[in-house]
């Protein structure tokens, strides 16, 4: 079966610093997709970024990029000049091709130091 | 706003209670999904729908029946639920499952079962 492990429940960075979230997979697959989405207290859950397995290019958006090991089944995502906003509960998820199965783990909480 | 709407947003019911909890996508999305959020786990997929149809359900307790009677909306009836039912319960939308478009979450249903 297929899981998720995040390893960190709780992170802080200060502001206009740059932090690592670590995310690790298990899964016999090998086409598959993995996310992180950020859900800020008491709003909605929202897309950071996402990666295709078969891409080895590491995804980026904007401040947000990950570090896709796909062997090592790790996929870590970096803030760079993490900013207030950014403080949140992180999710990594996993989604075997051609299923609607979301694989969550169980967050990362992090906090901003002005 | 992510174009995905839940109503009530807060819940408090009895043991003994029928009530229901409502989802509704403005985003002409195809699938629809119900998740459990509780603290310190993962979120836990509890129904998917595609095009009104069932197409997941992770041997989730019959005291929780969905209903999705068309693309846009997506029930959760509930009945004689248990304490350990408290939890939030997010829902969300997703274009297609080929392509693993992003999941829309709505911004969940707090339930408290007393």
């Known amino acids: 079966a297929q899981t998720v492990t995040q390893s960190q429940p709780e992170m802080s960075v200060q502001e206009a610093e740059t932090v690592t979230l670590s995310c690790t997979y298990d899964t016999s697959e090998s086409d598959y997709y993995l996310f992180w989405y950020k859900q800020p207290p008491s709003r909605q859950m929202i897309l950071v970024i996402r990666?295709?397995?078969?891409?080895?290019q590491n995804a980026t958006e904007n401040r947000f990029s990950v570090n896709f090991q796909k062997a090592a089944k790790s996929f870590s995502l970096k803030i760079s000049d993490s900013q207030l906003g950014d403080a949140a509960m992180y999710f990594c998820a996993y989604s075997k091709r051609g299923t609607y199965k979301y694989i969550f783990g169980t967050g990362t909480r992090l906090k901003v130091l002005a | 706003e992510t174009g995905v709407t839940q109503t009530p947003r807060h819940l408090v019911m009895g043991m003994t209670n029928k009530k229901s909890l409502k989802c509704e996508q403005h985003?002409?999305?195809?699938?629809m999904y119900w998740y459990k959020q509780s603290a310190k786990k993962p979120l836990e997929l509890m129904f998917v729908?595609?095009?009104?149809?069932?197409?997941e359900n992770n041997s989730v307790p019959s005291r929780f029946s969905p209903e999705c009677p068309n693309s846009s909306h997506l029930f959760l009836h509930l009945h004689t639920l248990q304490p350990e039912d408290s939890a939030l319960y997010l829902c969300?939308?997703?274009?297609?499952?080929?392509?693993?478009?992003?999941?829309?979450f709505g911004p969940g249903t707090r339930l408290t079962v007393t």
């Open positions: 969300a939308s997703s274009q297609d499952r080929r392509n693993h478009y992003e999941q829309y």
């Open positions: 985003l002409g999305h195809n699938a």
């Open positions: 729908y595609s095009l009104e149809e069932r197409v």
């Open positions: 990666q295709e397995a078969y891409k080895q």
